[in-house]
């Protein structure tokens, strides 16, 4: 059992993961968990567990998609989708490798044109997760089918893109000062 990685996720997301008492509900209503290496209510058991390998090198922590149905249907209220979110910081910042290697890259992707627009631009974030992964050619007819019927727009809206770069500056000036 690793336990500074248990001690770092229980402090991390302020709650106690020994409440979970494995009744997969966050599984039975995740809509993506057919995808996943593991369902939630696995994840959280291994990081009860210690099994920081598990748990960092597992798809699942990057398949969430934090919609947080799981959330809603856990008796305990766990927060799954929080503990989600910590595993792939800590995978980050310990520079482990996702099995799925391009998922980092569409996560960078999707992140700076939130940031950019303050608001999703779907087109701005296959450009940019293009230019990071060098796949050009990939998925090509799938684009051009989403852009024939009007799926796709070339253009983003730009009516929030001061407000969010307002907000990433005040939270980003908070970390700094709380370091």
Excluded: H
Excluded at 51 to 70: G, H, Y
Excluded at 155 to 174: D, W, Y
Aim: glycine share 6%; with cysteine; hydrophobic share 40%.
């Amino acid at each position: 059992m690793n336990d500074d990685f248990i001690n770092s996720f229980q402090s991390s997301i302020g709650q106690n993961l020994n409440l979970c008492y494995q009744c997969r509900k966050c599984a039975v209503g995740c809509p993506i968990v057919y995808e996943m290496d593991y369902t939630p209510a696995q994840i959280v058991m291994a990081i009860r567990l210690g099994m920081k390998d598990l748990v960092l090198k597992s798809k699942t922590i990057w398949l969430c998609t934090s919609c947080e149905t799981c959330t809603t249907r856990c008796p305990q209220d766990i927060e799954i989708t929080d503990i989600m979110d910590t595993a792939r910081k800590i995978a980050v910042r310990e520079k482990v490798v996702p099995v799925n290697g391009d998922i980092r890259n569409f996560y960078r992707s999707f992140a700076q044109i939130i940031k950019i627009f303050g608001r999703m631009y779907e087109f701005g974030v296959i450009v940019l997760f293009k230019l990071r992964n060098r796949e050009f050619k990939r998925d090509l007819g799938v684009g051009l089918k989403l852009l024939k019927y009007g799926k796709l727009s070339l253009l983003p809206n730009l009516g929030k893109a001061f407000q969010t770069e307002k907000m990433f500056s005040k939270v980003k000036k908070i970390e700094e000062e709380n370091k």
